[in-house]
């Protein structure tokens, strides 16, 4: 699951300290890439955290000069891009936010990091179908309730018109 990026350049048995100096971000309909740029090679792993869904990008040993304010996107697939930093740890971890699920693919860069994101497509996310699928037995089956209800009140209504008529 967690993807190990580069290890970090060495120098006198101790690895430099990566500073991630910027983030850059594109996107279209087809995929979002996010670029962290660092001052040196930065070793990285990934993972996925839910509820909310996002996606982990951890940097070690690294510092950040992004402020720590969310990134608020007004995007289908982002919702937002934070940046933590943990100084006792040596640690950097970017959290994208996301509105539904996507594929992604984490590189190494000379100089930082690229993640690309792809929306999953609705109809072949099986999860989605899985939970269309039990939404509409659960809509069915209320439907059904309902209608048999109906019935019953039906039922009722036509007896009690009956009784009239015979007074």
């Known amino acids: 699951?967690?993807?190990?990026?580069?290890?970090?350049?060495?120098?006198?048995?101790?690895?430099?300290?990566?500073?991630?100096?910027?983030i850059k971000i594109s996107m279209n309909l087809a995929e979002k890439?996010?670029?962290?740029?660092?001052n040196v090679p930065v070793k990285y792993t990934t993972f996925r955290l839910e509820k909310p869904t996002r996606l982990v990008v951890e940097m070690r040993?690294?510092?950040?000069?992004?402020?720590?304010?969310?990134?608020?996107?007004?995007?289908?697939?982002?919702?937002k891009i934070s940046v933590y930093e943990f100084r006792k740890a040596d640690a950097v971890r970017l959290e994208i936010t996301l509105k539904s699920d996507a594929r992604h693919a984490v590189v190494s860069?000379?100089?930082?990091?690229?993640?690309?994101?792809?929306?999953?497509e609705e109809k072949k996310d099986p999860a989605k179908l899985a939970r269309r699928l039990m939404e509409a037995e659960a809509e069915v089956?209320?439907?059904?309730?309902?209608?048999?209800?109906?019935?019953?009140?039906?039922k009722l209504q036509n007896e009690k018109l009956r009784e009239r008529k015979k007074q």
Not at 68 to 79: Q, R
Not at 141 to 154: D, F, G
């Open 61 to 79: 040993p690294a510092k950040s000069r992004i402020p720590s304010a969310p990134i608020t996107m007004d995007d289908e697939l982002v919702d």
């Open 141 to 154: 089956a209320r439907l059904t309730s309902e209608n048999e209800e109906l019935k019953v009140l039906l």
């Open 109 to 120: 860069r000379d100089n930082g990091v690229e993640i690309k994101l792809i929306p999953m």
């Open 1 to 22: 699951m967690a993807q190990p990026g580069p290890q970090p350049i060495q120098m006198d048995n101790a690895p430099v300290m990566a500073e991630l100096l910027d």
């Open 33 to 38: 890439t996010i670029i962290l740029v660092t």
